[in-house]
């Protein structure tokens, strides 16, 4: 049979648009669809955009430290209108590096939504079919708002990024990353910053005594953290958002955001009426090597909402085309991913919890907190952790989890260690990089807990 294309990509996500400039390169005839801005995600609202949010936030304490060192200089204000304008030039300026690296590599693009009709065909938004040998869907995810009174008053992560102006003040509801990322940004940023999460701690699912500590931190930086509180409605109150939360609780708001889960896009998109099977969630089902049950049909990244990260997606990505295009059977690997949160202070971790590995097997927990030098000088009282979590039996380190300022730069080397299968005794005979406040990951030699 003759196909139009010998792959067609659906989403020009960071996931997407690797599998077809990836494939392209072998000499396949790639074509690719995306309803909205190349990048996904991660470049158009959500790492990148993120991350330089992160960095401006970052500012506002820099010029209290600075005087304390020494340096005669004044607190300005933040202009959110001029960072927003040149973040987005900058995104602008990436969407183009995305557009320009599929052209470069032959890629044929399509700018419309597109969706299945086939287990072989894609129907364009214009009506136009298109067939292909293999199809790759690559559509993401999406935030979600919760179902309640008034829920239209909200916003999500998505349009963060696009506010006219910064609020005075804003309640964030949720407690993974997301919401206790943008609590920080937006306290950072001058915005009085409420949060409520309707759990007992933020970070579900991250170690418990690292979670502990970045809520402790966050309070005590400012940012209003109220546990085991939800939104039960809203409405306008004026020119404010009333908010009425559980328990009785009522407050008025310039804005809600609302960081309480994400779903994978797979609406409208007709893949059951060709036999791929769909998850609780919407998530596309795929085997190891992301093959869905219609052999054909393939998909990566958070569509199949397995591990939900950019790096993740990619390397799913390669895992695809090196299986189908190569000829070589090759699994993503999802196994001891380090991952970076940005909250302040910031998170890296890889591997198990404490409290995971402690159900799997008998271990030790090797853990220090203190007040690193930099803010000691300074004055600040902010504390930073850094842990490891150790098998008893085969001395492996199991989990490595720090709380710190550029943790994600740390945890990114932290892991090749631990994915090689570092043992506790590898980290001892590693020197020391004095003064630092990573030395303490190879300095701690007594265990504080063996369980």
């Given at each position: 049979?003759?196909?139009?294309?010998?792959?067609?990509?659906?989403?020009?996500?960071?996931?997407?648009?690797?599998?077809?400039?990836?494939?392209?390169?072998?000499?396949?005839?790639?074509?690719?669809?995306?309803?909205?801005?190349?990048?996904?995600?991660?470049?158009?609202?959500?790492?990148?955009?993120?991350?330089?949010?992160?960095?401006?936030?970052?500012?506002?304490?820099?010029?209290?430290?600075?005087?304390?060192?020494?340096?005669?200089?004044?607190?300005?204000?933040?202009?959110?209108?001029?960072?927003?304008?040149?973040?987005?030039?900058?995104?602008?300026?990436?969407?183009?590096?995305?557009?320009?690296?599929?052209?470069?590599?032959?890629?044929?693009?399509?700018?419309?939504?597109?969706?299945?009709?086939?287990?072989?065909?894609?129907?364009?938004?214009?009506?136009?079919?298109?067939?292909?040998?293999?199809?790759?869907?690559?559509?993401?995810?999406?935030?979600?708002?919760?179902?309640?009174?008034?829920?239209?008053?909200?916003?999500?992560?998505?349009?963060?990024?696009?506010?006219?102006?910064?609020?005075?003040?804003i309640l964030i509801v949720g407690g993974g990353y997301i919401a206790s990322e943008?609590?920080?940004?937006?306290?950072?940023?001058?915005?009085?910053?409420?949060?409520?999460?309707?759990?007992?701690?933020?970070?579900?699912?991250?170690?418990?005594?690292?979670?502990?500590?970045?809520?402790?931190?966050?309070?005590?930086?400012?940012?209003?953290?109220?546990?085991?509180?939800?939104?039960?409605?809203?409405?306008?109150?004026?020119?404010?958002?009333?908010?009425?939360?559980?328990?009785?609780?009522?407050?008025?708001?310039?804005?809600?955001?609302?960081?309480?889960?994400?779903?994978?896009?797979?609406?409208?998109?007709?893949?059951?009426?060709?036999?791929?099977?769909?998850?609780?969630?919407?998530?596309?089902?795929?085997?190891?090597?992301?093959?869905?049950?219609?052999?054909?049909?393939?998909?990566?990244?958070?569509?199949?909402?397995?591990?939900?990260?950019?790096?993740?997606?990619?390397?799913?990505?390669?895992?695809?085309?090196?299986?189908?295009?190569?000829?070589?059977?090759?699994?993503?690997?999802?196994?001891?991913?380090?991952?970076?949160?940005?909250?302040?202070?910031?998170?890296?971790?890889?591997?198990?919890?404490?409290?995971?590995?402690?159900?799997?097997?008998?271990?030790?927990?090797?853990?220090?907190?203190?007040?690193?030098?930099?803010?000691?000088?300074?004055?600040?009282?902010?504390?930073?952790?850094?842990?490891?979590?150790?098998?008893?039996?085969?001395?492996?380190?199991?989990?490595?989890?720090?709380?710190?300022?550029?943790?994600?730069?740390?945890?990114?080397?932290?892991?090749?260690?631990?994915?090689?299968?570092?043992?506790?005794?590898?980290?001892?005979?590693?020197?020391?990089?004095?003064?630092?406040?990573?030395?303490?990951?190879?300095t701690m030699k007594t265990p504080v807990r063996i369980t």
């Open positions: 049979m003759s196909f139009d294309y010998d792959l067609f990509v659906v989403g020009g996500g960071s996931g997407g648009v690797r599998a077809a400039r990836v494939a392209a390169q072998t000499g396949a005839r790639v074509a690719l669809a995306e309803e909205d801005r190349y990048g996904g995600t991660c470049v158009i609202r959500g790492c990148v955009p993120k991350k330089l949010m992160v960095f401006a936030s970052e500012y506002s304490g820099m010029v209290a430290d600075a005087q304390s060192y020494g340096w005669d200089i004044e607190s300005g204000s933040f202009k959110w209108g001029a960072f927003k304008n040149k973040l987005h030039a900058e995104l602008d300026r990436l969407e183009g590096v995305y557009r320009g690296i599929l052209k470069s590599n032959g890629v044929q693009t399509y700018d419309q939504r597109a969706k299945l009709v086939g287990a072989h065909l894609v129907q364009l938004a214009d009506g136009t079919e298109k067939s292909a040998k293999h199809i790759l869907l690559a559509t993401g995810g999406r935030p979600v708002m919760p179902e309640l009174p008034g829920i239209e008053l909200g916003i999500t992560s998505d349009e963060i990024f696009h506010l006219e102006k910064l609020p005075d003040d943008f609590a920080g940004i937006l306290h950072g940023l001058g915005v009085k910053t409420t949060q409520y999460y309707r759990g007992s701690q933020i970070l579900r699912g991250f170690d418990n005594e690292t979670r502990n500590l970045v809520c402790e931190e966050m309070c005590s930086s400012g940012i209003d953290v109220h546990l085991g509180t939800n939104v039960t409605e809203m409405r306008k109150e004026g020119r404010k958002i009333l908010v009425n939360s559980t328990g009785g609780g009522e407050c008025c708001f310039d804005q809600v955001l609302f960081a309480t889960g994400r779903r994978p896009n797979t609406d409208g998109m007709a893949l059951e009426t060709v036999g791929v099977a769909l998850g609780r969630k919407g998530e596309v089902l795929v085997d190891e090597y992301s093959q869905t049950g219609v052999p054909s049909i393939y998909a990566v990244g958070d569509v199949t909402d397995r591990v939900n990260l950019t790096p993740v997606a990619i390397r799913e990505g390669m895992a695809f085309v090196e299986t189908i295009f190569r000829g070589n059977p090759t699994r993503a690997d999802h196994e001891l991913i380090p991952t970076a949160i940005f909250t302040q202070p910031e998170i890296g971790t890889i591997g198990l919890s404490e409290e995971d590995a402690a159900k799997q097997e008998k271990i030790e927990v090797y853990a220090t907190s203190f007040t690193p030098m930099h803010q000691s000088f300074s004055g600040r009282s902010g504390r930073v952790l850094m842990k490891l979590v150790v098998s008893q039996k085969t001395r492996k380190v199991l989990g490595c989890h720090i709380v710190a300022p550029g943790a994600g730069e740390m945890i990114q080397l932290v892991g090749v260690a631990v994915k090689m299968g570092a043992t506790k005794e590898d980290f001892d005979r590693t020197v020391a990089v004095h003064p630092t406040m990573s030395e303490e990951i190879v």
